[in-house]
């Protein structure tokens, strides 16, 4: 880096500082500025792309855990629902028990029950 692109510098003789300020050696700071950039073009195109490099992968990762947020809800609001289908199917068939229509409740909607609808239906799916 030049020295007078370097912070060891004041900030009154940065070329940046007398550009921005409007100073009398603003011309001057702008050439030697514009002098460095032209020297040292591929090494700023390649700090470019290495940032733009990290910059898509934090949004890649980003996209990517939004992605698994939304399967995540997803599964979860699948798990609810079949659990409400067969709490419903369970409280349909003992109704349907008690009023002699039924035997007894069937073996699957029993085990259900009984495991708790969140566990024994996570079991039937896998």
């Known amino acids: 880096m030049p020295e007078f692109l370097s912070l060891s510098h004041t900030h009154r003789f940065s070329p940046v ?11 001057e700071a702008k050439s030697k500025v514009k002098s460095y950039e032209e020297a040292n073009r591929s090494q700023i195109v390649i700090r470019q792309s290495q940032r733009a490099d990290e910059e898509r992968c934090v949004a890649d ?3 990517s855990e ?5 399967r995540r809800k997803r599964e979860f609001q699948e798990i609810e629902k ?3 289908v067969a709490k419903q199917k369970f409280k349909q068939e003992t109704t349907e028990v008690m009023l002699g229509e039924r035997d007894q409740v069937s073996a699957e909607v029993a085990a259900a029950q009984m495991l708790g609808y969140r566990n024994e239906l996570i079991r039937q799916q896998r």
């Open 17 to 27: 500082f007398s550009i921005v300020n409007e100073e009398p050696n603003a011309e």
């Open 66 to 70: 939004q992605r698994e947020a939304e």
């Open 61 to 63: 990762r980003i996209a």
């Open 82 to 84: 079949a659990v409400a």
